[in-house]
């Protein structure tokens, strides 16, 4: 069981491009969710997804998009990257309830130049 | 909308010595109530978890918190730390809906003195 993976572990782009972050989750989890950490600030949701072919705005969706077409992989996607993105991304997936824990990725650090 | 404030940023403790992290809240409801630990370079491991019942909760690695609905608050408390609790701690609130979106605090960074 490898859990949450997260890839790439580490990246820089330059101001206007763009790039997938990818999230894959083996333990058949229906909710899986993006997040971004910026110093001092906690985690931020950006994007959430309760099952495969739905998802929905978290607090600060702008600049992302995101896609479930399967369980396991929850893709985010950068159009057009500003500096203000430049942050730390993590990946998290529940099973069911809402009650259930969250399980975290190692997480995604990205630089925008 | 839901908060959480971690009012310390930092805080040092000697090995050996107890730890208290403070944790204040605001929600209308019934809150979902976590601790989350990040070590280094790591992603976030859960803690202990609170939705109702018995206001003291026992996690892992030692830790308890305790729910205070008349303070809004879930300290997160261990007797004795040890030098590999430094790491950050992030108290979080979920919304108990479908997805459970959970809202964090801003984290109190922890350092152990030997």
């Known amino acids: 069981n490898a859990g949450v993976t997260q890839t790439p572990k580490f990246r820089i782009l330059k101001i206007g491009q763009s790039m997938t972050l990818q999230c894959t989750q083996d333990m058949n989890h229906n909710y899986m969710y993006w997040y971004r950490q910026d110093p001092g600030m906690g985690l931020k949701l950006i994007y959430y997804s309760v099952g495969a072919g739905i998802t929905d705005k978290g607090e600060v969706p702008n600049g992302y998009n995101v896609s479930r077409s399967t369980t396991e992989d929850f893709p985010l996607r950068l159009e057009l990257a500003a500096p203000s993105q430049t942050s730390v991304y993590f990946c998290?997936?529940?099973?069911?309830?809402?009650?259930?824990?969250?399980?975290f990725g190692p997480g995604t650090r990205l630089t925008v130049l | 909308a839901q908060s959480v404030t971690q009012p310390d940023i930092h805080i040092t403790v000697s090995e050996g010595a107890s730890l208290e992290l403070r944790c204040n809240y605001s929600y209308g409801a019934t809150p979902y109530l976590f601790w989350y630990v990040q070590s280094p370079g790591q992603g976030l491991q859960l803690l202990l978890k609170y939705f109702s019942g018995d206001t003291l909760v026992q996690g892992i690695k030692g830790f308890e918190a305790e729910f205070k609905r008349s303070q809004s608050s879930f300290n997160l408390r261990k007797p004795s730390v040890h030098w590999s609790d430094a790491a950050e701690y992030f108290c979080?609130?979920?919304?108990?809906?479908?997805?459970?979106?959970?809202?964090f605090g801003g984290g109190t960074r922890v350092l152990v003195k030997p």
């Open positions: 979080a609130v979920g919304d108990g809906a479908a997805g459970n979106k959970l809202t």
């Open positions: 998290a997936s529940s099973y069911l309830t809402s009650t259930d824990t969250q399980y």
